[in-house]
């Protein structure tokens, strides 16, 4: 059963940065910081928004064409069970890493989604506190 408020659109994509200055890692450089950016959208147009280092791996690839079209038409507000249908949707983890980090992703913009309906910051609404 969806929510008054279904998932409309699930928009994921990569962008690397090029670094001023390489870092170097041990025997490793880094010339560039890559990151997989993730905006959900209810039709009453609340987006729900989450970013990572994606390491190179093709996260946004998966989301839009593995995550995307479970998502879409669900209920936002039933965070675990987008989640757990989502880890469902993968049968043999071959990337664990990737696949992890991008239904994290996921988690953060329904999370993000839910704290605009109550009016609250993210922190706040995830127990965080400030004096």
């Not at 039709?43 to 280092?53: H, M, T, V």
């Not at 998966?62 to 965070?79: Q, R």
Request: glycine residues 10%.
């Amino acid at each position: 059963m969806t929510g008054a408020d279904p998932i409309e659109r699930v928009v994921a994509l990569r962008a690397s940065f090029a670094l001023a200055t390489p870092l170097r890692l041990g025997g490793a450089e880094i010339r560039a910081r890559e990151f997989t950016f993730v905006r959900i959208t209810t039709r009453s147009g609340i987006e729900g928004k989450a970013f990572a280092l994606s390491r190179g791996l093709p996260g946004d690839i998966f989301i839009t064409e593995v995550l995307a079209p479970g998502l879409v038409g669900s209920d936002p507000d039933a965070i675990l069970e987008r989640v757990a249908a989502c880890a469902a949707t993968v049968a043999a983890q071959s990337r664990p890493g990737m696949v992890t980090r991008a239904i994290s992703l996921v988690e953060i913009a329904l999370w993000d989604i839910k704290a605009q309906r109550a009016a609250t910051p993210l922190w706040r609404l995830l127990g965080g506190y400030r004096a």
